[in-house]
């Protein structure tokens, strides 16, 4: 007999890059993933320059890469992360989806069921971004 594997349920949410937020343009530079039966949080994201520039010719690529990664860094954990280091998964992934108006903004949050939150980070960072 095979053993079924269980699949759980995982919240997430496309970032969004926002060259100049009185415009309302965006487009597609991530994934923020949780699993709470995993204890799972990241973020996968891939930056568009020729998007970006085609938003706004002035936008500062290395700015927006650096709160991209920002975002990555405060979903690993450790010292990346700041004061959120401390915070359990969860808490993490309910701070970094809050509405905020700057240039990587998080969009509505999606769930779906998974066997592997990691892989399906890759797979909807794939989907929606790539």
């Given amino acids: 007999m095979v053993d079924a594997v269980e699949r759980v349920v995982y919240e997430y949410a496309v970032l969004r890059v926002v060259p100049r937020v009185e415009r309302g343009e965006y487009f597609n530079a991530g994934v923020l993933v949780y699993c709470r039966a995993h204890s799972f949080v990241a973020a996968r994201t891939h930056l568009d320059e020729t998007k970006l520039l085609a938003l706004d010719p002035a936008a500062d690529a290395s700015a927006v890469r ?9 979903c690993a954990g450790g010292a990346a992360a700041g004061q959120a280091a401390g915070d359990d998964a969860g808490r993490r992934f309910r701070w970094l989806i809050a509405p905020r108006s700057t240039v990587v903004q998080p969009g509505p949050v999606h769930t779906g069921l998974t066997v592997d939150p990691a892989a399906e980070t890759a797979r909807l960072l794939d989907l929606l971004v790539r």
């Fill in 66 to 74: 650096a709160a991209l990664r920002a975002v990555e860094g405060v």
